[in-house]
């Protein structure tokens, strides 16, 4: 089901150890969930261990919980999502090289390079659920449109770059190997 789901996580302490956090960014991701497009929400152990001591657990049940996922795992879930929200600075990256929306649930971003266009930066509450409709009602234009953008965190052939250069300067083989 291409691009028919949304992929959250939440992980970061200042959503987690709020209650208040937890619970707004839980109940907005609970009604972002539809028959046709559910909420995939890999459970990080601490912040299950966070929903089940805050009295939280039934705002899961509109969520497809799963186990945590290993990276190529989540990224292979990621590149077919229809948006992203997380919390996670990595996420911010990835984003805009799998050219997927995200909604970043924090108060603050150390990438404001993926604010331009792959993300919107918003805190736990409401402005997640107007975000999310946002950019889900855009489409698959706008899948079209981020995948077609350059990543403002680089191609990901610098090696590539770096061995045509040394041995454009004729440098020993062994120096060209290890870059």
Partial sequence: MADGYVLATVHRPENTDSAE?????????????????????????????????????????PLTVTAPLGYSEFLALARHSALLVSDSGGIQEECTVLGRPLVVVRRSTERPEAMADFADLVEPGAAIGAAARRRLASGAQELERLAALPSPFGDGLASDRIVALLTAIGAPAELAAAA
Avoid: Q, S, Y
């Fill in 21 to 61: 956090a937890l619970r707004a960014i839980l109940r907005e991701l609970g009604a972002l969930a539809t028959a046709d497009r559910p909420v995939v929400l890999p459970l990080h152990p601490r912040t299950r261990a966070r929903v089940e001591a805050a009295g939280l657990t039934d705002l899961l049940a």
